[in-house]
């Protein structure tokens, strides 16, 4: 069965540094999103983007992060110059597209750990 | 705007018996519904979905959910639970407008099912 797969699962990085979270979605998907989950808090949707750009961002997608589709197959967030507060896991999820209802499936997410 | 409230952090509950996570919501665009389910380590598994129709759907596991438009809630049970039922529980909607469907998620509900 098809899987959106994420890379890797467990990443540590200090404060400052840029870390780039890596997401492969289902081959014929169209829509991708970045989710992520502070530790004890709700999955916040960060941004989704369709046809190589962005179709919309949350307040937090802020000039800090950006994403790339670099070669047809890879999905990556990029966080600059990371914060403790960035701490968080973070999801991919992907999604067919059409006009009706398709569902997004979602990845096993990256933790991501700033010290 | 959207926003998801689950009334309850954590519901313990005993094997075998019933249980109703709770799930309100408001939005000012009419939303599809959804429960996902995460189970510790993995990602987000999409339980049940409300787009149109009936309103109570069914989803995996035996679970099952009311969509109540007066009470704006979508509540989620299950007659008879399992150990293997024990995982964290996320109640969300999208906006049903082609091109935003991005979720809006719950804080979570622990269902934690004891011998």
């Known amino acids: 069965e098809p899987e959106v797969t994420q890379t890797p699962s467990h990443q540590v990085t200090q404060m400052g540094q840029e870390v780039i979270l890596r997401c492969v979605p289902i081959?014929?998907?169209?829509?991708f999103y970045w989710y992520r989950q502070i530790l004890g808090q709700k999955v916040e949707f960060l941004v989704s983007?369709?046809?190589?750009?962005?179709?919309?961002k949350s307040e937090i997608f802020d000039d800090q992060f950006s994403v790339e589709r670099p070669d047809g197959s890879n999905f990556t967030l990029k966080i600059r110059s990371t914060k403790l507060e960035d701490s968080a896991m973070y999801f991919c999820?992907?999604?067919?597209?059409?006009?009706?209802?398709?569902?997004?499936?979602f990845g096993q997410g990256t933790r991501l750990t700033v010290v | 705007a959207q926003s998801v409230t689950q009334l309850d952090s954590q519901v313990p509950v005993f094997e075998e018996a019933p249980v109703e996570l709770r799930c309100n919501y408001s939005?000012?665009?009419?939303?599809?519904l959804f429960w996902y389910v995460q189970y510790p380590n993995q990602g987000l598994q999409l339980l049940l979905k409300?787009?149109?129709?009936?309103?109570l759907v069914k989803g995996i596991n035996g679970f099952e959910a009311e969509f109540n438009k007066s009470q704006t809630s979508f509540h989620l049970r299950k007659p008879s639970v399992h150990i293997s039922d024990t995982a964290e529980y996320f109640c969300?909607?999208?906006?049903?407008?082609?091109?935003?469907?991005?979720?809006?998620f719950g804080s979570g509900t622990r269902l934690q099912v004891q011998p």
């Open positions: 999820a992907s999604r067919i597209g059409g006009t009706g209802f398709t569902e997004a499936f």
């Open positions: 081959s014929n998907h169209l829509y």
């Open positions: 983007f369709y046809n190589n750009e962005i179709s919309e």
């Open positions: 939005s000012s665009v009419s939303v599809y």
């Open positions: 409300y787009l149109s129709g009936s309103t």
């Open positions: 969300a909607v999208s906006d049903r407008r082609t091109g935003r469907r991005a979720l809006t």
